[in-house]
């Protein structure tokens, strides 16, 4: 059984439909990417996921079990961490506080998932006592996917990650996205940055006006042609 | 010498008695704004409605405070502080949830507080009738008096026990929040909403609760800031008119959504308006001799009549929207 598997998809804003029919399943060790032109329904995917966006047809299953239209703080509780690409962290806490607030839920765990998130981002450790709206893009993307794993999701949900990030911070964040996944913990994520994200990517999805155009392993649709024309510029 | 004890009386000791009353009211309009992004105009009727609780408790109970050596008032005030943070709450579910659940704007939310300051005004004065009353009632107000120990200070500095007691619950009060707001999961939760509340839903944050939470200690400090006003003065139902403005000016001062802008705002304000009403004439008189005749003979030397000391906030306030309108502490810019 897939861990997240999202069937037939239709959905959008106000009545219009962005998702016509999207169809996107990962398992439990898997990164799945979403690449795409701009419109193609790629970020409003994850908030349909995510539940920020109410579907008008088809079904999300987290493990089997339907969660369309669930309220966010009880997909939280059943193990879903989301990423916002902007404005996702709270600038006048301070780091630390921000990761706790991750951890809402589970105020028990705080202290053990401190460590774990400090042991992925190192550099957040030494800025623990700043607030978080002082930081870099860089930094404060780590923030934010740290407070999403405070939670202990089983899968993370990232919305373009190394948006507006230079080319040395993405590859720091994608490599820390890999050692998360490699820790237990799925990633589904949408990138611009498509062929660095399909290199990392078990799962690729290739969407445009709101359809699966291609969906296979990462390195397949890096190799095909066809994709590669049309879609990660030649 | 007595120049400078009437200064510290008239200045000092009154500044700070307004000050400390602005400062814990403004701190609940500050909170309620940054989780509800509204202006809550019951705020001062919620004060009020404190202060009367305990009038009535008061009444209900006399001479329970002899036991314990303290105003009866003060005795009653944690019943008091519990009963108001649930009329904040209640008021909320039955006014404010409902509009908030639809999303309206925020002016329609403003509203709607003027709606329920009108209700609560009408019902406390249909119990309390229109008239002041003493909170004390059974006990003496006490009076102490500090003499300096200079020569030629023959006036004292003068404090009275509802003051004091004013001054160690602002203390406590102030303390407690920081420590809530800065310590405790549910205080950095609220912090965390007011900066961003999709993302802290997304954290799995229970909006709804802290939303409840906000109206609990906004409520339970109105009933204290309310009750200290009525010890000082008497208990009025149209208290929070008074209020109203002040507090308003008081939050938008030290920064929309910043509760130590409100503290601070609360002082500026109260210090503003009794520097505004001081005579400062009496200072001057020490020097009478060495001045022009036309400064030594003027009677009053205040910058405003005590009549008009209510347009001091508004002044205050118009200079901080001009000068620098996100308050002396980056507060939210009102839209």
């Not at chain 1, 445009?208 to 042609?225: E, H, M, S, V």
């Not at chain 2, 010890?231 to 109203?244: M, R």
Request: glycine share 10%; with cysteine; charged share 15%.
């Amino acid at each position: 059984m897939p861990l997240l598997d999202a069937r037939d998809v239709y959905g959008g804003y106000g009545g219009m439909n962005i998702l016509n029919g999207v169809d996107m399943a990962i398992e439990a060790d898997e990164i799945g990417v979403i690449v795409g032109p701009n419109g193609a329904g790629k970020s409003t995917m994850l908030k349909a996921i995510f539940g920020l966006l109410s579907i008008n047809q088809g079904e999300i299953l987290l493990r089997g079990e339907p969660i369309h239209n669930l309220p966010t703080n009880q997909l939280v509780q059943k193990g879903m961490g989301f990423v916002p690409q902007e404005y996702n962290v709270f600038p006048s806490l301070t780091v630390q506080e921000n990761l706790e607030m991750g951890a809402f839920l589970k105020p028990e765990s705080v202290a053990r998932m401190l460590e774990r998130v400090y042991g992925i981002f190192p550099p957040l450790k030494e800025k623990r006592r700043q607030p978080a709206g002082e930081l870099s893009g860089g930094q404060r993307q780590m923030v934010a996917m740290g407070r999403a794993l405070m939670a202990e999701p089983s899968v993370l949900l990232l919305d373009e990650p190394t948006a507006g990030l230079s080319p040395l911070f993405m590859n720091e964040i994608f490599e820390r996205v890999k050692e998360v996944n490699a820790a237990g913990v799925g990633v589904l994520m949408v990138e611009q940055n498509a062929k660095q994200a399909l290199a990392i990517a078990d799962k690729g999805f290739v969407l445009a006006a709101g359809q699966n155009r291609f969906t296979d392993t990462g390195a397949a649709l890096l190799a095909d042609p066809e994709v590669a024309r049309s879609f990660l510029g030649g | 010498m007595n120049e400078l004890v009437f200064f510290i009386n008239n200045v000092i000791i009154t500044g700070s008695v307004s000050g400390s009353i602005y400062a814990i009211g403004a701190v609940g309009v500050t909170l309620v704004f940054s989780i509800m992004r509204f202006a809550h105009f019951a705020h001062a009727d919620m004060m009020t409605f404190g202060a009367f609780m305990v009038l009535l408790l008061t009444l209900a109970f006399p001479g329970a405070g002899g036991a314990v050596g303290l105003p009866t008032a003060v005795v009653m005030l944690p019943l008091a502080i519990l009963l108001t943070a649930a009329l904040a709450v209640g008021i909320d579910r039955a006014f404010y949830k409902p509009l908030r659940a639809h999303g309206v704007k925020p002016i329609v939310m403003v509203i709607a507080s003027l709606g329920v300051t009108l209700m609560l005004q009408g019902l406390i004065r249909l119990f309390a009738g229109t008239g002041g009353q003493r909170l004390y009632i059974d006990d003496r107000k006490e009076i102490f008096r500090l003499a300096l120990p200079f020569e030629g200070a023959r006036a004292p500095i003068v404090v009275t026990e509802p003051q004091i007691i004013l001054f160690i619950l602002t203390i406590v009060c102030v303390v407690s929040l920081h420590l809530f707001l800065s310590r405790s999961r549910l205080g950095k939760a609220m912090r965390a909403m007011s900066d961003n509340p999709d993302l802290a839903r997304a954290s799995g944050i229970n909006t709804n609760l802290i939303v409840a939470v906000t109206w609990m200690i906004a409520g339970g400090l109105a009933a204290i800031a309310g009750t200290l006003l009525s010890l000082d003065v008497t208990f009025k139902p149209d208290l929070s008119f008074f209020l109203l403005l002040p507090i308003f000016a008081a939050a938008i001062v030290g920064g929309v959504g910043h509760p130590y802008g409100a503290i601070a705002g609360g002082f500026v304000v109260g210090f503003a308006e009794t520097l505004a009403v001081f005579n400062w004439g009496v200072l001057l008189r020490p020097f009478r001799d060495s001045l022009p005749e036309w400064l030594a003979q003027a009677g009053s030397l205040s910058f405003v009549g005590t009549e008009y000391k209510i347009v001091v906030p508004f002044v205050l306030l118009v200079a901080i929207l001009v000068w620098r309108p996100t308050g002396l502490f980056k507060g939210k810019v009102i839209t």
